[in-house]
């Protein structure tokens, strides 16, 4: 069964076919290059039959991302023939009108329709120099300028690290869609970084839906990480050499302290990483996408109850799912 990649509004997909995620990184900064061109090529690498498109085929399964769901559904029209939609949520409300869904941690995946997939590491990565040793001098966040508590952006915080004779580096750039500028970022160079920090601001939820992604490059990086209280990080933790856990400046402080005083626990962290970062390597998310598309959704496609809701118009097919999702979230009287 061929895979189509639905990427729309690109005027040049001749180009984006020949991209090399790990020279080309700053081309996939945007969530639908990070998963869906990213995806493409990754798989595309391998010899494996799949198609990056502008317009989506009446046939095979359709590879998406939910924020091009209305134009998706505007391009198939009322119905989409024998097209097999796997929507992939990233940081977007349900794809209604998708067959299958990506899920970028485990929260709310099952065995019959939300799949979660890990996120592809920080393409082009660089590690750590070794030669830094286990003297932290440089304290690194990387990532958009929403993501970063406010407490991390305090003139205590920077104090605190300044007095340690400790700089601290706020790798970042404000999220502007599609007219982000990304030459003003360093996302792939860790050779620097001696500690990596993330706290989002402040989220009842967990940040539940997001991607582990920064713990994967920090392990990949071979640099300790100070991360927030995250589903997706808690979701692959074994113990606190994965990561230690801060929500607040006083536990980024005290995170800290301990990465300072303790050499043994900063060497440990390190070498945890380096193991840990070989359960998440582009091929092994190779094999769980290849998995997924050509033999785990194909092998549900033709189930009876699917067979039927494929039979409705997609507003139709969005309705139904949309209410059994209301059915299941329904309190019990």
């Not at 709310?108 to 001098?137: E, Y």
């Not at 970063?148 to 004779?165: C, K, M, N, V, Y």
């Not at 193991?275 to 092994?284: F, G, I, S, W």
Request: proline fraction near 7%; include cysteine.
């Amino acid at each position: 069964m061929t895979v189509s990649f639905f990427l729309p509004d690109e005027d040049e997909l001749g180009e984006l076919r020949q991209l090399d995620p790990d020279l080309d990184w700053r081309r996939f900064q945007l969530g639908e290059h990070a998963w869906i061109l990213q995806t493409y090529l990754r798989l595309a690498s391998r010899g494996l039959p799949v198609r990056l498109v502008g317009t989506p085929p009446e046939a095979g399964l359709v590879v998406f991302h939910a924020k091009h769901k209305r134009k998706l559904a505007a391009a198939l029209g009322s119905s989409p023939g024998g097209a097999i939609l796997v929507g992939v949520r990233a940081d977007s409300s349900e794809a209604l009108i998708a067959d299958f869904e990506i899920l970028q941690n485990g929260r709310f995946a099952n065995a019959r329709r939300r799949f979660a997939v890990p996120h592809w590491p920080q393409p082009g990565l660089l590690p750590r120099d070794p030669g830094r040793g286990d003297t932290i001098r440089r304290v690194v966040y990387k990532g958009f300028d929403r993501n970063l508590h406010p407490d991390l952006r305090s003139a205590e915080w920077q104090r605190f690290l300044t007095e340690r004779g400790i700089e601290w580096c706020v790798d970042s750039v404000t999220y502007a869609g599609r007219e982000t500028d990304p030459s003003v970022v360093h996302w792939s160079d860790f050779r620097d970084v001696d500690v990596v920090v993330a706290v989002r601001p402040p989220d009842r939820r967990l940040a539940r839906c997001k991607p582990a992604t920064k713990l994967v490059n920090a392990w990949k990086a071979g640099a300790p990480a100070i991360l927030g209280p995250e589903h997706g990080f808690r979701e692959l933790r074994r113990s606190e050499l994965d990561y230690l856990e801060a929500a607040s400046l006083d536990q980024a402080r005290a995170a800290m302290t301990r990465l300072i005083e303790d050499r043994h626990l900063y060497r440990a962290m390190i070498d945890n990483g380096l193991c840990r970062a070989a359960e998440v390597t582009v091929d092994a998310i190779s094999d769980r996408w290849a998995e997924l598309l050509f033999a785990t959704i194909p092998s549900l496609v033709d189930s009876p109850g699917r067979r039927l809701l494929r039979r409705l118009p997609l507003r139709a097919r969005a309705l139904a799912r949309g209410l059994a999702r209301a059915a299941t979230l329904r309190p019990a009287r």
